[in-house]
């Protein structure tokens, strides 16, 4: 049944509460003010990028150039660069690896490494020439090696110091390396500092055993006997099918009774 409104119908007045109207008149003030201050912001940012526009596109221009400029070197110097560091160092690093497997010719193999043959550069040429490169990096390593092994400690030192290992293997053996060189030239501290290092810089089968052994014997020279007895231990306990486990035992002993 459909509902018809009575004739003289009238609707009801709302009265407003006077509260209701302050809150609506400071809303309203409120609103208005955070848009003036944000208009105000606008107008000083403005001024200011307007006032320093030669700045900005400065700013903008010389960190372009430096990011072109950067890329430009890595294209244009830094890869032929490598490239070139790596061919010359070629038969240096020939020269290296015969020693490592020829024990009568060492010598004379390490020093071909080191000064180059035959017209070619050995290892002192590339890092002279090619500072900063990978392959000099790796000449640094080859270079303190060579050098240990014809008894010129400090050159060792110099050059294994100059080394950024890129793994873990080569930094310990270098790191134990420059243990060697300070140890024959008596500086038994530094030495047994540098076996630490090279323990901590990677565990394995083979240059573990070997430092640890080495560590010890330097622990002993120093009369630290107990640091020394930790060393041996752990050969016997971690490393028993190493070389180093079959003359540990007197180690121990001696570690204890000393």
Known sequence: MATYKKRGYKAKEVNIDSTDEVEFNEQDSTTAEVFSTLDESANKTEEWVSKNQNYILGVIGAIAVGVLGYLAYDQFVKKPQEADAGNEMFYAMQYFNEALQNPVAQDSLYNLALKGGNGKY????????????????????????SYLNTQKYQEAIDYLSDYT??????????????????????????????????????????????????AGVAALELNKNDAALKYFERIKEEFAKSPEASLVDAYIAMAKNK
């Open 122 to 145: 050995g290892l002192i040429d590339v890092i002279d020439n090619y500072g900063g490169t990978e392959s000099a990096n790796l000449a640094s390593y080859a270079a303190g090696m």
């Open 165 to 214: 290992a890129k793994d873990a293997i080569t930094d310990a053996i270098a790191k134990g390396g420059m243990g060697d060189a300070f140890m024959q030239l008596n500086q038994t501290e530094d030495a047994l500092g540098y076996y630490e290092k090279a323990l901590s810089a990677n565990t394995n089968e083979y240059s573990t055993p070997m430092f640890l052994q080495k």
